[in-house]
T-cell receptor, first 114, second 115 residues
Framework: AQTVTQSQPEMSVQEAETVTLSCTYDTSESDYYLFWYKQPPSRQMILVIRQEAYKQQNATENRFSVNFQKAAKSFSLKISDSQLGDAAMYFCGLVGGGADGLTFGKGTHLIIQP | DTGVSQDPRHKITKRGQNVTFRCDPISEHNRLYWYRQTLGQGPEFLTYFQNEAQLEKSRLLSDRFSAERPKGSFSTLEIQRTEQGDSAMYLC?????????????FGQGTRLTVV
């Protein structure tokens, strides 16, 4: 069984500041993918960033980057220069190499203070 | 094609009634997933299809739940004899299977309220 744990139910950051969302996971798969999805209020989930477990280099997408620590099974998301549009629920997740169902954490509610 | 669409967006039903939801995936996507999301939780996997074949079902999918994807296009999720515990957001997602995981695109969901 796969599990994903997000220990921060809510985070708050000032606009233009940097925030890090935490995520730990557990899986018996040797081949898997990790990802962060964003769910704005009343809108569909959108992929923010993904990481292949076999890659050592941390993924980056513009202001979004991850800190992937495979041995520690940790996958945190860093958002730089936070913007009001970043306010949303953020879900960390995991999928096995066989690409079956995605396993999500409970989410972190990110609040951006203007 | 504007993405994954789900219908209806909201459904209120009385306990014991049957409900059916529809999902139209992105047209070239061969994988289709159903998830359930309750308040304060992340989406929980229910089932997925590869084309018209239902390949995996979660133990969350009780006998009252059935999903179909005839002809590998749209999918329906039916809940029979609804219970108050079925109240949740039901999310559909689709992706293109190319041997490795590719991005799953989500619809806006169907919010079910059982009264």
């Amino acid at each position: 069984a796969q599990t994903v744990t997000q220990s921060q139910p809510e985070m708050s950051v000032q606009e233009a500041e940097t925030v890090t969302l935490s995520c730990t996971y557990d899986t018996s798969e040797s081949d898997y993918y990790l990802f962060w999805y964003k769910q704005p209020p009343s809108r569909q989930m959108i992929l923010v960033i993904r990481q292949e477990a076999y890659k050592q280099q941390n993924a980056t997408e513009n202001r979004f980057s991850v800190n992937f620590q495979k041995a520690a099974k940790s996958f945190s998301l860093k958002i730089s220069d936070s913007q009001l549009g970043d306010a949303a629920m953020y879900f960390c997740g995991l999928v096995g190499g066989g690409a079956d169902g995605l396993t999500f954490g409970k989410g972190t509610h990110l609040i951006i203070q203007p | 094609d504007t993405g994954v669409s789900q219908d209806p967006r909201h459904k209120i039903t009385k306990r014991g009634q049957n409900v059916t939801f529809r999902c139209d995936p992105i047209s070239e996507h061969n994988r289709l997933y159903w998830y359930r999301q309750t308040l304060g939780q992340g989406p929980e996997f229910l089932t997925y299809f590869q084309n018209e074949a239902q390949l995996e079902k979660s133990r969350l999918l009780s006998d009252r739940f059935s999903a179909e994807r005839p002809k590998g296009s749209f999918s329906t999720l039916e809940i029979q004899r609804t219970e108050q515990g079925d109240s949740a957001m039901y999310l559909c997602a689709s992706s293109l299977d190319s041997g490795i995981w590719t991005e799953a695109f989500f619809g806006q969901g169907t919010r079910l309220t059982v009264v």
